[in-house]
């Protein structure tokens, strides 16, 4: 595609609830990475795909925080028993393999009440 | 861990002014560096992205520089227009990962 396309743009859920964020990233980029990004602070890394595989999940901030990529494309970010911390944007970037220039999609703002 | 810090946290300026925007990291181990614009509820747009090997990019009104030694880099955009109102994230990439500061939210009045 053109771009890093992220659906939805927007999500508002209930606390407790289980969410999907999706991320398409620009195609032939083999690199994928998830960022969270909280009001009024720079995004923070959460995970690192190369190809299918998560090559750093470091970053994902506990174990109700998963993602895959099971054709090496598009990435779901999957959050369960949401909290309200958890509500921040949401950024999905590619870059290609061994480039360090990433793009960025619109980013997905989830909400949760 | 790397830490990146952006200052002024904002800046408001009238129009034709020269802008300078800086950012410092405590690593210099990096590979790259890269300037973003943010624009209200949306998402990053790359800018510039200087290599660690570079001094400096340019493209059109916009000027970064980088020096490694002293963990800094500053962002030059000459003569700013209301169009440039934006929030400025400069992020250092180390492997694979970026680092990002916390931003520079310009207004540039008319």
């Known amino acids: 595609g053109a771009g890093v396309s992220q659906t939805p743009s927007n999500k508002v859920t209930e606390k407790g609830k289980y969410v999907e964020l999706r991320c398409d990233p620009i195609?032939?980029?083999?690199?994928l990475y998830w960022y969270r990004q909280s009001l009024g602070q720079g995004p923070e890394f959460l995970i690192y795909?190369?190809?299918?595989?998560?090559?750093?999940d470091s970053g994902l901030p506990n174990d109700r925080f998963f993602a895959v990529r099971p054709e090496g494309s598009v990435s779901t970010l999957k959050i369960q028993r949401t909290e309200r911390g958890d509500s921040a944007v949401y950024l999905c970037a590619s870059s290609l393999e061994g480039q360090t220039e990433a793009f960025f999609g619109q980013g997905t703002r989830l909400t949760v009440v | 861990k790397q830490e990146v810090t952006q200052i002024p946290a904002a800046l408001s300026v009238p129009e034709g002014e020269n802008l300078v925007l800086n950012c410092s990291f405590t690593d210099s181990a990096i590979y790259n560096l890269q300037w973003f614009r943010q624009d209200p509820g949306k998402g990053l747009t790359s800018l510039l992205l200087?290599?660690?090997?570079?001094r400096e990019q340019t493209s059109g009104r916009l000027n970064a520089s980088l020096d490694k030694s002293s963990g800094r880099s500053t962002l030059y955009i000459a003569a700013s227009q209301p169009g440039d109102s934006a929030t400025y994230l400069c992020?250092?990439?180390?492997?694979?990962?970026?680092?990002f500061g916390a931003g520079t939210t310009v207004t540039v009045r008319a």
């Open positions: 195609s032939g980029h083999t690199a």
């Open positions: 992020a250092v990439i180390s492997d694979y990962k970026l680092s």
């Open positions: 200087i290599q660690s090997s570079q």
């Open positions: 795909f190369q190809g299918t595989g998560a090559a750093d």
